[in-house]
Nanobody
Framework: QVHLVESGGGLVQAGGSLRLSCAASEGTFSSHAMGWFRQAQGKEREVVAAINYSGGRTYYADSVKGRFTISRDNTKSTLYLQMNSLKPEDTAVYYC???????????????????WGQGTQVTVSS
């Protein structure tokens, strides 16, 4: 069982930046594909970005492409999401998710992940 803990959320003005972190509890983090999802109030959970186990392959939703960057540090068992040029529509609870995969794939479906963090709130004011 992998335990994930997000941090770094908060309140920021439009155009600002935040960096989310997701710390994993165990040393097998490097064999897990990871993803960031978000869920705005009244909406379904959606993928934001995904990354394979090595960090060599990434995916971004069209809505965040060019503004957000997903990365990982396997030596620290930590996943990151750098969010720049934030917009009010980025307001949501952000979740990190993981699943064991060493074939180089990333995953963009919520139902493809086995482990989830508790979420961190990001609020962007206009």
């Amino acid at each position: 069982q992998v335990h994930l803990v997000e941090s770094g959320g908060g309140l920021v003005q439009a155009g600002g930046s935040l960096r989310l972190s997701c710390a994993a509890s165990e040393g097998t983090f490097s064999s897990h594909a990871m993803g960031w999802f978000r869920q705005a109030q009244g909406k379904e959970r959606e993928v934001v970005a995904a990354i394979n186990y090595s960090g060599g392959r990434t995916y971004y939703a069209d809505s965040v492409k060019g503004r957000f960057t997903i990365s990982r540090d396997n030596t620290k068992s930590t996943l990151y999401l750098q969010m720049n040029s934030l917009k009010p529509e980025d307001t949501a609870v952000y979740y990190c998710a993981g699943r064991r995969s060493i074939d180089g794939s990333y995953f963009i479906g919520a139902d493809e992940y086995y482990y989830w963090g508790q979420g961190t709130q990001v609020t962007v004011s206009s």
